[in-house]
């Protein structure tokens, strides 16, 4: 079954400090991996894309790696801000070969940052 | 939000009425998605289209309904048949429905549909 689990459910960390978030999944056949950032009550914006052979990439303070082999995602951010509160979508497409993406996501990780 | 509105932002429906959700994009996308979102699950599929006058069910097709008339709208009719409606609607858009690594999938603000 396609899965996309991701950990820790919540997490709340001060302002300034590092924190990564991760994200496993059993998503076959891979095509590639987002990860999309929520706030409250507001539309998914994708901070970051990577396909199989891709092993980091960063966006801001944001930086994402992927291991293709383990099928394990982490998101990294860095020197955290209040405007980092939100919930972190780890988002995996998969391309059966016809004309449609599935996509698979995960149940977020919330993220409060306080001051 | 990547020009794709959604309205209204919060709809209260009473049991047994039908509601319309309205989601218009003017990035001349040509696939639309309808996502339903629930406290603690994933997004769900409910409903896409990868071209103007043709749509397809999602996971979740079922009380829900679709129309696909103009390229830049897509609006979800939910029906009295869907058992448990409240949710956060999300509808996204994207440049064709392929599979490719850049068919990145753009999120409207999302529509709160509450049923009293």
């Known amino acids: 079954k396609n899965q996309v689990e991701q950990s820790p459910q919540s997490l709340i960390i001060l302002e300034g400090k590092n924190c990564t978030l991760q994200c496993n999944y059993t998503v076959s056949p891979f095509s590639n991996l987002r990860w999309y950032k929520q706030d409250t009550g507001r539309g998914p914006v994708s901070l970051t894309i990577?396909?199989?052979?891709?092993n980091t990439k960063s966006n801001g303070r944001y930086t994402a790696t992927l291991d293709a082999d383990t099928k394990q995602s982490s998101l990294h951010i860095t020197a955290s801000q209040l405007s980092d509160s939100a919930s972190y979508i780890c988002v995996v497409s998969s391309n059966y070969g016809g004309a449609t993406n599935k996509l698979i996501f995960g149940t977020g990780t919330l993220l409060a940052v306080q001051p | 939000d990547g020009g794709i509105t959604q309205s209204p932002k919060y709809l209260f429906r009473k049991e047994g009425q039908n509601v319309t959700l309205s989601c218009e994009q003017n990035l001349n996308h040509d696939a639309m998605y309808w996502y339903r979102q629930d406290p603690g699950q994933g997004l769900r599929l409910i409903y896409y289209s990868q071209i103007v006058n043709d749509f397809q069910k999602g996971d979740i097709a079922e009380g829900y309904s679709v129309s696909r008339e103009k390229k830049e709208s897509f609006p979800l009719t939910v029906t009295s048949a869907q058992k448990n409606p409240t949710a956060f609607y999300l509808c996204?858009?994207?440049?064709?429905?392929?599979?490719?690594?850049?068919?990145?999938?753009?999120f409207g603000p999302g529509t709160r549909l509450t049923v009293l």
């Open positions: 990577m396909t199989f052979s891709e």
């Open positions: 996204a858009s994207s440049i064709y429905g392929g599979g490719t690594r850049n068919n990145e999938q753009f």
